[in-house]
């Protein structure tokens, strides 16, 4: 899964918006921005493996503390205090505890059994849908489209920034989704940590400055 978590994150601006784009994106990538220096770390494993599935080239050999369903309740649970005690928004804190969590059911969907539970052991799961390329980029072409509908009717560009900066995120997303797909496999691990983390901090301060030249739509 890759623009079905930024789908989350769109569609949380609906039911928080006065909470930051970059927040709301942040929480559904948490665990994705969690693994890369896991990966570099030592403490997680991933193999390159064209052909492991039929959309991606990975096998993730190892990656509890990022991807368990346990921590992530954990990871959101931290990030939704912290929010709170922050900002005072309960709703955002909500929509970020969310959004975290959906992060580990949206992967299930996609991935095949390689999903843990929690860290030490205990059974994996996955339905697999990485095994239909067709059926992999419809679901989360229709999540992304729904995503940016509820954005767009929670808000309204006040501006250039806001209009432009905005569209081209959304090109930019689809771009990046189809090349990933149809490119070469990563050269080796700590290229593929490394871009990744690069890739989503800059799409997160991307977010957050085309959404501070939004506003709420009146209801």
Known sequence: MFIGHFAVGFGAKRFAPRASLGVLLAAPLLADMLWPPFLLLGWERVRIDPGNTRFTPLDLTYY???????MLV??????????SWLSGY??????????????WVLDFVTHRPDMPLYPGGGP???????????????????MLALG?????????????????????????LVVLYVGDRFSAPPPGVSELAWVGLIA??????????FDAHRVAREA
């Open 64 to 70: 509890p503390w990022s991807h368990s369903l346990l």
């Open 74 to 83: 954990v990871w959101a649970s931290v990030f939704a205090l912290a929010y």
């Open 90 to 103: 309960r709703a955002g804190a909500v929509a970020v505890w969310v959004g975290v969590v959906s992060h």
């Open 124 to 142: 994996k799961l996955g339905l697999s849908l990485w095994n239909s390329i067709p059926g992999t980029m419809i679901v989360e072409g229709a």
């Open 148 to 172: 940016v509908r509820w954005y767009t009717k929670a808000t309204r560009a006040r501006d250039g920034i806001g209009r432009y900066g905005f569209w081209s995120y959304v090109a930019v």
């Open 200 to 209: 989503e901090v800059v799409l997160l301060g991307w977010a957050w400055w």
